[in-house]
């Protein structure tokens, strides 16, 4: 999603435009004041991959809100053109990428394989939910990651970002395969099963140091504890649980990079009962100790934003 003209910082993002109708980009940014975002989306696809950040939620024509998670790829469809809102707050974080289709603006001349690609991915999922989430290709994380760290004075740069994009292609159809021979499309869901899920997303943020119940949360949503979980796994690929932990740890990830907490403190911030089973948790998440992210700040001090800047570019 577009973000021009947003306070924010970035440290490090690409973009490509192979022809009209495709462009292709990413980006690693933490905000530096808080955010409305508003996006039109021509008719077409976006196919998304967050890879780091708070699993979030696009508020997409009307009142319908479509949950986005962290290190899946996702497909948003797009039957006319839809205005795409999303807030977000001083502090937070977010690295992905991002490939807008716009199939009637492609040019009638194009390379086979990616002809090839493009129509297939648009008999897949123009007619079917406008959110599909994809299976987890750790590969792919791994590609935009690398693309992510192209020196923006590389001497042929356009020429490696032209192969990522190829193979960003490649890796979405056979994600997209991968899910279809598992009976069909199982990552869609309709708006109701999405606002169902939104309810209880909106819930675990606001109460990250409550352990509810399923129970409990079967009843904010309206629905029995069964379908509830099942659309909660169609929508993050994640049990419900699993879900909110990571949602606790990338909270408490932000609190000890730019609030100066104890981990003490944080992790009872965040829910959990003790600093031992919070440091375990957090080293089993990021592949250190919740002491270490206060002492090293590894990517913080490296993005950390300028205000004086991002206030300038506010005001363009």
């Known amino acids: 999603m577009n973000a021009a003209g947003t306070p924010r910082a970035i440290n490090r993002h690409f973009s490509y435009q192979p022809c009209e109708g495709l462009m292709f980009g990413g980006y690693d940014m933490i905000y530096a004041a808080d955010a409305n975002i508003r996006s039109l989306q021509h008719p077409g696809l976006f196919i998304g991959l967050m890879l780091c950040g708070q699993s979030t939620s696009v508020h997409s024509g009307g009142s319908n809100r479509i949950p986005i998670p962290v290190g899946r790829p996702i497909v948003l469809s797009f039957a006319k053109p839809t205005l795409c809102t999303n807030t977000y707050y001083a502090g937070e974080f977010c690295a ?4 807008h289709i716009d199939f009637l603006a492609l040019p009638a001349e194009l390379g086979r394989p990616l002809k090839t690609s493009l129509l297939y991915l648009k008999a897949h999922f123009m007619d079917k939910s406008s959110l599909t989430v994809l299976p987890v ?7 935009v990651e690398q693309a992510l760290q192209i020196p923006q ?3 042929f740069r356009e020429l490696e970002l032209e192969a990522v994009f190829m193979n960003f292609m490649a890796y979405i159809c056979r994600a997209t395969e991968q899910l279809r021979q598992q009976d069909g499309v199982r990552g ?6 999405r606002n169902r899920v939104k309810l209880v997303t909106d819930y675990l ?6 352990t509810p119940s399923l129970t409990e949360l079967s009843e904010i949503a309206g629905v029995n504890p ?3 979980s099942d659309n909660f796994k169609t929508a993050y690929g994640r049990t419900i649980f699993a879900f909110f932990r990571d949602l606790r740890l990338d909270a408490a990830r932000r609190m000890l990079r730019s609030e100066g907490l104890s981990v003490t403190e944080t992790g009872l911030r965040v829910g959990f009962s003790s600093p031992a089973a919070f440091a375990t948790a957090y080293r089993r998440r990021f592949g250190h100790s919740p002491s270490q992210e206060i002492e090293d700040k590894p990517d913080f001090d490296k993005r950390k934003p300028n205000h004086t800047k991002a206030a300038l570019e506010a005001t363009r």
Do not use: I
């Open 205 to 210: 943020q606001d109460n990250l140091d409550q």
């Open 153 to 155: 004075d590389a001497p």
């Open 96 to 99: 992905g990428v991002g490939l």
């Open 137 to 143: 290709l750790p590969a792919l994380n791994a590609l």
């Open 226 to 228: 069964s379908t509830l």
């Open 188 to 193: 869609s869901l309709q708006h109701r099963a």
